[in-house]
């Protein structure tokens, strides 16, 4: 069993989302405005709907920290909803196409697709973005691992961000409505939104995640659940209305030749190992090799149209309109908090499963030895 799991629970229009992180090391100090910071970044983003108008997502700790730090128990996690009305709300009997309606009353033998799109709503995510910030406080705290969530696509513009450093790609996506880098792809995101809102219509994007300072030898080769790569696409494909995944250069490698794919090892200084290149986006065999770690996920357009497609009404089995929500135009720059916070959590769960620790002292000794070794070989 991994060292670090976690738990969601909670419906879009109920009481509230709660979260909790089991293995978590004793000694971390919470930073609680650092986790409201990411809150607060997951509402915003260009082409949001009604809903993060009502929000104010805060997020209070219930257990598992005393005197602002972690103490080794079950750290609780509980974010309130504004907006709760789950008893009060009509009945949804016109499944919309691409969402878990469907599937879901049949699954779980409901005549109403309300109680399946109350918790396969993109709502749960902002727990998910709130135990990411935790694990991005373990990562940086121990381990001086930064990961940063952008926008590279979205619908048919695609931005340019080669020869950006980490500082730059941060800074530029944080301060941009879209959450891109390249402000000339900006603008004509922000067109895109605009024409597709206008329309009645969605769209989706594509989002990257980097980490850097990530130590060789998270993940492993053994056996293929603990190939940290596969770990990370599970995570990615987990958030609501993803349907594609890629590490590094990712299906583009499947059109070079060998020869233009892999990252040539070169000689360091000492027993250091450089590379040329960075196409495997930082694994191989399943495990980090101490390159920067990239990944991208493709998100699809949301499936709440305002102009709805055609479904079928649940009770009379006729043909009619797709129902329509209080939904997004365009969710994709939220996601990019989103994806940023998955990846976080399951490298601090790799972090955990290579160094152990029950307290933050022991996983910081335990890396740094690791690391003292590595360079002597």
Not at 332 to 339: D, E, F, L, Q, T
Request: charged residues 25%; aromatic residues 4%; proline residues 4%.
């Amino acid at each position: 069993m991994p060292q670090l799991r976690y738990f969601t629970a909670g419906e879009s229009h109920g009481p509230c989302l709660l979260g909790v992180i089991e293995g978590l090391p004793a000694g971390l100090k919470l930073d609680l405005a650092a986790i409201q910071r990411d809150l607060a970044r997951r509402q915003k983003g260009y082409g949001r709907g009604g809903r993060m108008k009502i929000e104010t997502d805060q997020a209070e700790i219930l257990s598992g920290i005393r005197l602002g730090e972690t103490i080794g128990s079950p750290l609780t996690l509980l974010v309130k909803n504004k907006d709760f009305k789950i008893d009060t709300l009509p009945a949804v009997t016109r499944p919309r196409p691409g969402h878990a309606d469907l599937a879901g009353v049949l699954k779980y033998d409901r005549q109403d697709a309300r109680d399946i799109l109350e918790r396969a709503s993109a709502r749960e995510t902002a727990m998910r973005v709130a135990i990411g910030s935790v694990a991005k406080q373990l990562l940086s705290v121990t381990a001086g691992i930064e990961v940063v969530g952008h926008l590279v696509g979205l619908g048919p513009v695609q931005a340019r961000t080669e020869g950006l450093s980490l500082a730059d790609i941060r800074d530029r996506s944080e301060a941009s409505p879209v959450r891109c880098a390249d402000p000339e792809a900006e603008k004509r995101m922000i067109e895109a939104i605009d024409a597709a809102k206008a329309n009645g219509d969605t769209l989706g994007g594509i989002i990257e995640v980097i980490a850097t300072g990530v130590p060789v030898g998270l993940g492993s080769h053994v056996h293929w659940d603990r190939k940290l790569d596969a770990r990370l696409a599970w995570a990615l494909m987990s958030i609501q209305a993803i349907k594609g995944v890629e590490v590094g250069l990712g299906f583009e490698a499947a059109r070079r030749m060998g020869s233009q794919v892999h990252d040539e090892i070169l000689p360091g200084s000492g027993a250091e190992f450089l590379r040329g290149s960075n196409n495997a986006g930082g694994f191989e065999g399943g495990m980090t090799n101490g390159q920067p770690i990239v990944v991208r996920a493709a998100m699809k357009p949301i499936a709440t149209l305002m102009k709805p497609i055609r479904s079928v009404d649940l009770q009379t089995r006729q043909e009619a309109k797709a129902a329509i929500e209080r939904s997004d135009v365009c969710a994709a720059p939220a996601a990019a908090v989103v994806g940023e916070a998955v990846v976080a959590i399951e490298l601090a769960a790799a972090l955990l499963d290579k160094f152990g620790g029950d307290s933050v002292r022991e996983l910081k000794r335990n890396l740094e030895n690791y690391r003292q070794a590595c360079a002597r070989r």
